[in-house]
């Protein structure tokens, strides 16, 4: 596939955004200072069980919370070490590399101030930077470049923001215009997707269940023999088996570092992965999460390649809306739980850590004796890379990009 | 309202209707068959067709751009046969062995140039269909309920051509001949349609002639009996009424003649509708046991009216009609009841569909029908309140999911039953997905299925969406659920 198959056309742009742009009017942020900076937040739709990714494997509750399914540094496969107390999961080797050269933090415990459980409010919360759900109509990085705009440290004219995905995610909506960049390929409905309606016709519509099955079944045929192409543009073809999910994943997030190496692109960006919502078969060391969080490991790979020279001033944030249940539920998954991980990648990253102030896992450490109990305002991580990376006011952060959040510091020393 | 009578609005504009969009239940009101009823008193005409050309117009169009496209392709081929002329004046030896490989290379350019030629008139037809499905398709979106508009679409599919034969056509064709008609008598619509250029050329009724007729003497070629059978089977009586090969033949022979004025012999005129003598066999014909003795276009008029007013015409279109909107198995009774309208009013085809939707029979039934792909979709875009839609994508996802607009494989259109379709269930969701990915900035699945479900919907769907992990996925399931596929 070659690289110019990735420019956008001016069709796509404009199907996706409505909104025109010009390159050569592509603003660098904080010239001023010899930076310039990017930033990529990745949003992982469905609340990700962060004890599945990154293990308290030094907790002594650890083993007796998840029984078998716990990830541990002499399981099969071994979990990764990351340091005294924490390892990650098998599947992101990308990942553990990275952090061993400092190029990448991992957050633990952390969770927006939505206590709630809905997926809807808490993507809301998560992307639009205020306290309560449906309160605004757009996001807090949007708002953040505005106020740069207004400070006069990034040029106001054109666009700035890039939005991957035919929606363009709330985290980047609002009045600074943004450039969304549409793949080409379409992602088929989720397995994910398909097992909850095949549930759902189970219990309302036996004809069309039996039919759905029959199609599932048939794919998953299709797959074990290897005959399905995991690019493939027919989206009448089989469903998306993992491979299909790696390559979009791959090809988002490295389409998305390749504007943002650009030197007339965008230096921010936004894009959204679904698929994480692990009510059943979770399968931390294989399984649904474990090929998620592959997927991801590997789209870390294409943006730290696709960046080039510019990694060393890139950060990518990678959010949820929520974790999930401490426990494993009775159909070897978990349900929706508050607190989770935050993954930090990027040249830019003073990284090789795990942060975390770590609450505990006995019953009576957990969030309402089912969550990994959040001890870290995701804000003040947020926070902190925009005062330090982007250099946005502290004040500004408090009042108009996260408002309401002067009793949450930023973060320090994110960025190095 | 009480819950009872919005469960009948919703299902009045599932089942009757083209699927509830916001605000539509209000307008439905407590007397959803009035509101049915109703509808039908309002004209069908489309203003947005103002500026689109006549199917007589649209076919002039294509043929002039065919006449073009060939005189340009034949001057290419002159223009590089003349070059290569020029470049070999003298051959020497050498080059005269090397002449094979150069022949080839010159063919290789003549044909080049005549495809580049070929290029640079695109066919006209194309864009035609794709303007004629979007003003469809934003009628479908704009009715209140689309009681009428479904009626359009039903005799639309059951009087069908195909845009694979006559694209140019094909959306003129269902103004012209069907939507006119619709909700007149059924009569007048026969006559409409089977005199239509589009159904002419489609069922291959051009170029029929008679064994006796002017032109049929002097040339091999002759009758062609696919019109008379099709009328016969699919359109008026129905296979198995009765009907011979005899029955065929004579009405095959009472139909030459019926043909259009050829595009390039009339400028004004080309492509309408025409009767050409030299075509027609001469003579009476017996059809069904009566003797028709005209002698022009009346003849084939008169088999025409004598079909419309059949019995089993009736017990046709009745049959038909119950099975699209309310079951694949109708209540015989309101089969029964439909037929007796329409011999009691002579085919008033809005009389018909009052009598359907008077009758408890059909309400009373589960929501067992799958709606048609096309129904589907726009119900979906319907119940997001988008009014305006990308043809080109519109018709691609239609063709995806087995229903292209205008292009059934054969004359007996699509399908109304649910084996025929269900197996595309996995298509929809994809379909579905990719929908639901695109809107999910401007819908909420939370309102829909209350502002425009009224929460008449499966508390299990109800939850699926509220478990959803994305809007995305919400609207999918809601698009996905049974309440939303089936009416």
């Known amino acids: 596939m070659g690289l110019d198959r990735h420019l956008p056309t001016r069709r796509e742009l404009l199907a996706g955004s409505g909104a025109l742009f010009a390159w050569s009017q592509m603003p660098r942020i904080a010239r001023a200072e010899g930076r310039d900076p990017r930033l990529l937040v990745v949003i992982l739709r469905g609340a990700l069980d962060g004890l599945g990714a990154v293990a308290p494997v030094g907790d002594p509750d650890w083993v007796s919370l998840r029984g078998d399914r716990a990830l541990l540094l002499d399981g099969k496969p071994p979990a990764l070490p990351l340091d005294s107390f924490f390892a990650l999961n098998p599947a992101m080797p990308n990942l553990h590399r990275l952090y061993k050269s400092g190029k990448a933090a991992i957050v633990h415990a952390t969770a927006t101030p939505y206590r709630e459980r809905s997926h809807f409010d808490g993507q809301d919360v998560l992307e639009s930077g205020f306290t309560r759900p449906g309160a605004t109509a757009s996001g807090w990085l949007n708002r953040a470049l505005l106020a740069m705009e207004s400070g006069g440290r990034v040029d106001p004219r054109g666009s700035r923001a890039l939005g991957i995905g035919s929606v363009t995610p709330l985290v980047v909506r609002g009045s600074a215009p943004v450039m969304t960049w549409v793949p080409q390929k379409l992602l088929p409905a989720s397995q994910d997707t398909q097992n909850r309606l095949l549930d759902l016709y189970q219990h309302t519509d036996p004809k069309l269940a039996s039919v759905l099955q029959a199609r599932m079944k048939l794919a998953s045929l299709d797959g074990a023999m290897g005959t399905g192409d995991p690019m493939s543009d027919d989206p009448t073809l089989a469903p998306p088996g993992i491979a299909r999910v790696r390559a979009y994943f791959a090809e988002a997030a490295g389409t998305a570092a390749r504007y943002l190496a650009k030197p007339d692109g965008p230096r921010v960006g936004a894009m959204g992965f679904v698929g994480w919502d692990t009510h059943i078969a979770e399968g931390a060391s294989s399984g649904q999460l474990y090929n998620l969080l592959g997927a991801l490991d590997g789209a870390f790979a294409a943006i730290e390649s696709n960046m080039g020279e510019i990694w060393h001033e890139t950060v990518v944030a990678v959010v949820t809306e929520f974790g999930r249940t401490a426990r494993i539920n009775g159909t070897q998954g978990t349900d929706h739980g508050t607190g989770t991980v935050a993954f930090l990648i990027g040249g830019g990253l003073a990284g090789g850590r795990v942060i975390a102030d770590w609450p505990g896992l006995k019953s009576a450490q957990l969030f309402e004796d089912r969550d990994l109990k959040p001890t870290t305002d995701l804000r003040a991580v947020l926070k902190g890379l925009l005062r330090d990376h982007l250099r946005v006011e502290e004040k500004i952060l408090a009042e108009t990009v996260f408002p309401g959040s002067v009793d949450v510091k930023p973060m320090g020393g994110l960025v190095g | ?487």
């Open chain 2, 1 to 487: 309202m009480s819950n009872s009578a919005k469960a009948e609005a919703v299902l009045a504009l599932h089942r009757f209707g083209m699927g509830p969009r916001p605000g539509s239940i209000a307008s439905v009101g407590s007397d959803p068959r009035g509101a049915l009823i109703a509808e039908l008193d309002r004209p069908l005409t489309l203003t947005a067709a103002a500026g689109l050309p006549t199917s007589a117009k649209a076919y002039r169009t294509v043929a002039d751009a065919n006449a073009r496209r060939t005189a340009r392709v034949k001057q290419a081929q002159q223009q590089a046969k003349k070059q290569q002329m020029a470049a070999a004046p003298a051959m020497s030896e050498d080059q005269a062995q090397g002449q094979g490989q150069g022949q080839t290379q010159d063919k290789d350019a003549a044909e080049m140039a005549a495809k580049q030629a070929a290029e640079a008139v695109p066919d006209p037809g194309r864009p035609m269909y794709l303007q004629e499905a979007k003003l469809r398709t934003e009628a479908a979106l704009a009715a209140e309920i689309g009681f009428a508009e479904r009626l359009v679409w039903f005799w639309s599919n059951h009087f069908c051509i195909s845009a694979n034969k006559i694209q140019s056509m094909s959306g003129a064709y269902e103004r012209e001949a069907v939507r006119a008609n619709a909700l007149g008598r059924f009569v007048d619509l026969l006559l409409a349609v089977e005199g239509h250029p589009a159904m002419l050329f489609y069922l291959d009724n051009l170029e029929s002639m008679g064994a006796n007729s002017i032109a049929g003497i002097n040339r091999s070629r002759g009758l062609n009996e696919n019109i008379a059978r099709e009328i016969m089977e699919l359109h008026t009586l129905g296979v198995r009424t009765g009907y011979t090969q005899d029955d065929v033949i004579s009405f095959a022979n009472v139909m030459t003649g019926w043909t259009l004025v050829p595009p390039g012999a009339d400028p004004q005129h080309g492509g309408e509708f025409t009767f050409n003598p030299r075509l027609h066999e001469p003579g009476g014909q017996t059809v069904l046991g009566r003797r028709y003795e005209q002698e022009d276009a009346e003849q084939g008029r008169a088999v025409l009216r004598d079909l419309a007013a059949h019995p089993a015409t009736a017990t046709h279109v009745a049959t038909k009609l119950a099975r699209h909107f309310v079951a694949d198995e109708p209540p015989p009774a309101l089969v029964e009841q439909m037929a007796k309208t329409f011999r009691d009013t002579e085919g008033d085809l809005k009389q018909v569909a009052i009598a359907m939707v008077s009758s408890d029979d059909a309400w009373r039934g589960p929501p067992s029908k799958l709606k048609r792909p096309g129904e589907w979709v726009v119900g979906m875009v319907r119940a997001t309140g988008i009014t305006t839609v990308d043809p080109v994508r519109f018709t691609g996802g239609q063709e995806l999911l087995g229903e292209a607009l205008w292009r059934p494989s054969a004359p007996k259109g699509y399908p109304d039953d649910e084996a025929s379709w269900i197996d595309g269930v996995g298509r929809r969701l994809d379909i579905a997905n990719n929908f639901a990915e695109r809107i999910t900035g401007m819908a909420d699945p939370q309102i829909i299925i209350e502002d425009v479900f009224a929460s008449e919907i499966a508390p299990e769907v109800k939850q699926a969406v509220g478990r959803a992990e994305s809007r995305q996925q919400a609207l999918a399931l809601l698009f996905m659920s049974a309440d939303f596929q089936r009416r």
